[in-house]
């Protein structure tokens, strides 16, 4: 694979660059590359291609075919049996006479991550390196990748991949690579340690490491943290960019304080570089809801509908789910037909934006009409949209309701998540039926994907309490064991949570089930929390 600098190197517009076919050659500024190496067993070799671009969403699609990567991600996404991998699907079509470019798998890859399909998108990757040198893959590609491993098979296996490339190959992308996978794995002293050599090597001179840290102090709540990058920032003369406003905001407003948060805005109308896009107002709707500002968040919802360009999905999501925060039903739906109108095909995101949201107003007859119209255009059954009515007929206590929709979701080949089958759990609980939520239990711990799911700590406590008033030890082990089995315990915090010390049942389950309401914003998957636009945002930025 050939590495390659990005185009940002090249005083060459964008338009015009997708004329070009063959490598121009280009001197690389700022990064000493052997002109033949040697990386996992694949000559590298240092050329430029002006075809290929590292920021991808800066290019209009409509103006390339789009068929055939968008024919690739389909094939791959629908799968039905994924153990065969992304390898399998790319192998099918070449050797069905159609040759794959570089430029269409990266489209690919960009399209899964989009979707947060990391297995898959590092499928691809692993693909192209088996094809020795038919593939030029840049620093960004290896930048990508590095995220993708840490994502798919953990830490240990980025910081191999880190490791095992030659020092001379490891630029500032390389490095704010690792930092996000440090970052997103909340490793404090590991990414304090590596923004410190980044900044020994001379790659923070721009605002991304500084921004993807902000996002770690954010996430411990270390507000004041936050501050204290912005102030290192100005004291360097470094120019927050837009993400670095936009954290910033949202630290600020996480601290309950709209007057701290209004300041940061006020002086981000100072400073001329920078524009407000719809992520500043997004993320200033979301901390006037959480605050109780309705009027001022409804504002903030205006100014974001306003500022939506191109052909961008997300923002009409964000729309959608923070009108039903804000408890305004009639606007919610009003930009779900917006939405419709300037979208003929919606994706699966959308409808779950929109269910969601007339789920939490109590419109559950139009939420059952959207679902029913989504059945019949769906591409492949999301079992996430399915949850939405459920948990509604469970907390509604009509239980049978909620066995008789998952017989229907099963019946239409949906497959239950693990959360599917916790919300029948809830159910059970709720009637006192140890045996059947136990038997939830088990299949929830062995549901595909289960991986990335973990049991909510208020209804893990729940079940502990409902043993105990039922002399019902046997079951309570059995749900120990199968947490114990899945390392869950191993996290303090949870296992405080859910009323387990040292492995032991402590019986104060009810001070884990005080926390419900954060349970709902730590552990459902129908909630649409705006700050995660940043990190989005951010990871887009590798």
Known sequence: MLLQPSLHHHNVSLSSSLSYARPLPCRVPSLALPTAANYRGVPITVTCSISQIHSYGTVDYERRPMVKWNAIYKRISLMENHELGSGSVLDQWEKEGRKLSKWELCRVVKELRKFKRYKHALEVYDWMNDKGERFRLSTSDAAIQLDLIGKVRGISGAEEYFLKMPDTLRDRRIYGALLNAYVKAKMREKAESLLDEIKSKGFATHALPYNVMMTLYMNLKEYDKVDSIVSEMMEKSMQLDIYSYNIWLSSRGSQGSAEKME?????????????????????????????????????????????????????????????????????????????????????????????????????????????????????SYDPRIGNLLMGWYVKEGNLDKAESFFNQMVETGGKPNSSTWETLVEGHMGEKRISEALSCWKEAFMA??????????????????????????????????????????EDEVYA?????????????????????????????????????????QLQGSL
């Not at 409902?466 to 079951?475: R, Y």
């Open 263 to 379: 300041q940061v805005f006020e002086q981000m109308k100072l400073d001329r570089t920078i524009i407000p896009n719809w992520t500043t107002f997004s993320t200033m709707a979301t901390m006037y809801i959480k605050m109780g500002q309705f009027e001022k968040a409804e504002d903030c919802l205006k100014k974001v509908e306003s500022r939506i360009t191109g052909r961008d999905r997300i923002p009409y999501h964000y729309l959608i789910s923070l009108y039903g925060n804000v408890g305004n039903k009639e606007e919610a739906y009003r930009v779900w037909k917006v939405y419709r109108t300037i979208f003929p095909i919606v994706p699966n995101l959308g409808y779950h934006a929109i269910i969601s949201s007339l789920v939490r107003l109590g419109d559950i007859e139009r939420a059952e009409k959207i679902y029913e119209e989504w059945l019949q255009v769906k591409s």
């Open 448 to 489: 595909e994907g289960s991986k990335s799911w973990r049991p909510k700590p208020a209804n893990v406590s729940t079940f502990f309490e409902l043993c105990e008033e039922k002399d019902d030890a046997d079951s309570r082990d059995v749900l120990v064991g199968l947490l114990r089995q899945s390392r869950y315990l």
């Open 496 to 536: 405080s949570r859910i009323g387990l010390a040292n492995g032991d049942v402590t019986g104060n389950g009810l001070s884990a089930g005080k926390d419900n309401a954060l349970d709902k914003i730590e552990n459902n998957d129908d909630e649409n929390d705006g700050s995660e636009i940043l990190l989005n």
